[in-house]
Structures are given as structure tokens and as C-alpha cells.
């Protein structure tokens, strides 16, 4: 037997005893030990092939927990979901400790540029034009941090990044249910943009005849854009561009309820209808001399804004075009993939632990078939 740690011969010693946790209880397993004399490692062959870890859970076991894991707390997974589902009995930081070694697991194979699942292409949906179109969104969302010895940390914001197919009102066929991946965590956006295009690619991406991203205007994104989606029409969200001009409104009538309304109804009508440009000009028009320091300087900011993004403000095209205009999708991903499982009463994160649940959590929710893969390299 070749030694794993060295390559030398390593010699059979016994059969040692281990007891292991399964999904039908406690069970006593009897495996060859070898030992190396050229290193001193001992090692035991069947331990890996079972994937049995230092916890001494068989995979199925393991899987179990970390599906209860990425759901709900690791207290309330231990004491409640995990017995009750299938009267397995683990304590609470046996809980946090596979379902976070399973996150970084998968961590380190995504950074080696594994996939999972079967590469299929979606059938993406049509626009009005008959085009068919593919969707992808990115977003960041923050996660409070633990620091050393329980002080309070800074928090920090760990990205969404998603490849969609939503249904068209321009096309009859319905596209299957949840084709949506996720991919969530503390990335890098070099990296986040390469491990995207891998999902992508296994979705039939480069097929779809319009590529679409959509964001919020968020620092970096439309780069990422760019850079990792080259041939994708960037578009700012709808609802973001319409906000600003809510709060211009509110900052020039701050005291006149009725115009403020008026006036902010008509900027949002005419940027669906008539876009970015129109409404740069329009605002750009207001005479500001009655208007006070603070309101002066909040149309600047609004007037800049609009100068950076009108290239991605041609709603009305979007609109005739069949296009979705608002990141909806993707916002909903923070709160989905995320902050319904890492923003609840009281939890704070360690930056590892934080990082891999994110990205199981983002596995766990992705199109089916992605999560079993990821699984099933031991017999269970």
C-alpha cells in the first residue's frame, strides 16, 4: 500500500474499530490501518473511500446536517429539524462544524474550476423581437462580522451573483421551473466573473441571442459586466434611477407635499417613456436660484448620476424590446441566498465560516442537480 502522505511503502498493521454516525444510527465499522516507516503517517484507505471525516459522519449523515445547516440555525437544526426529521442526534457545534467544512470544501473545488451538474442548455425565453435572451445579475449585500474574543467588527458584504431565465409575456412556452444558479460569498470579482462564466457555459449562455445584466448601479458592477459578459446589454435598474428622483423631488419641495409628488410622477413617466437622456435634460432645466444650499446640492448629485448611467437609461427601447428593467431578481437572491439565513436576531460571523455557508447556501438553492453532484462522490 503506497503511502499517501510520501509514496513510500506503507505496511499493514490491524484492524482497528471506529464508531460512526449514520443516518440509521450508530454503527461500528472494522478497518485495515497502515502504517509508513519512512515518514511515520499511519493512514486507513476505507476512511477516504467512505468519506468518513474527523467527526466521524457518513456522508449521508453529513449531507443531512448541512441541508439543516444552510436552512436554519445550527441550534435549532440540532435540536429540532435534524431529530425530528430523521431522528438524527447531533450538538450544535457538530452542526456548524460539517455544514462550514462542506462550504469550504466546496469553496476550494470551485476555485480548482470544478461544476456541477450536467451542462444543459436552457431553453431561454423569447423577447418581443423573438430573440431569445439570458439573464445574469450581481448585487452585494452585507453580513455583520464577530470579531476576536466576541468584540463587535465591522461588517462586511459578501456578493450575489446570478444566471436567470424569467418567463417572457412575449413567448407562450414556459421555461422549467427554477432555472436560476446562484453564487454567493466573499469573492474577489476576478474571481466571482470566472466562476460565473463556468456556470454560465454549463447553461447554454453563448446560445442565447441577447444577453442581458442587470444591476444597481453598485460600484464595479458595470466592469464586471463588461469584463466577464462582454456581448450583454448592461442595464441600471429602473427602480434605483427612479429613487433619485424621488429624493430630488423631496430635496427642492421639501414642504410642498402636492408638487413634490407631481413633479416626481412626471420624471418617472417620462424616464420609462422617453429614457435617461430626456430626463438628464429636464432636471438639468430647473432653475435653482430660490432653491436653498443643501437643495442645490442634491440636484447636482442627481444631475451627475444621470450623467454617469444615461447609456443604460434607453428604457423605452428595453420596454419595446420585451427586456426586463428592474434587478428585482437579483435583490430578492441577497435576501433569498443570504440574509434569510446569515441576517438573523443576534448572528454574527467569522469571516471563513460566513464565506462558506454562503456558498453552500447558494449551491443548495441553484437548478437541481447541482447540490447531488456535489454530493455524491461516496457511497452512502
Partial sequence: MACPHCGKDARFVDRRGKWCTS?????????CYYHCRSCGHGHVPWDRSLGLGAMALTPAASEAASIAGVQS???QSAETTLQKLCGLRLSESTVERVTEDAGARLRKLLGDKVVFGEAEPWAWQ???HGRTCAYVGLDATGVRRQGERGAQAEGRMAYVGLLYNPRSQHDETKPKPHQVRYLAGFY???ELGLQLRRQAAQVGWDEAEQQIALSDGGSGLEEFFRKNFPRAESILDF???????TELAAALWPSDEAVRCERAEQWRRQLKHEGGLRVLGAIKAIDLAEHPAAARGAHADCVRYFQNHQHRMDYPRYVANGWQIGSGPVESACKTVVANRLKGSGMRWGDDGADALCRLRALYLSQPGQWEDFWKNYPN
Wanted: net charge neutral; aromatic share 8%; glycine share 4%.
Fill in 23 to 31: 443516518l440509521l444510527g450508530n454503527v461500528r465499522l472494522k478497518r
Fill in 188 to 190: 474577489e470579482l476576478d
Fill in 126 to 128: 423569447r423577447d418581443a
Fill in 239 to 245: 427602480w434605483h434611477a427612479a429613487e433619485h428622483l
Fill in 73 to 75: 440555525s445550527f441550534a
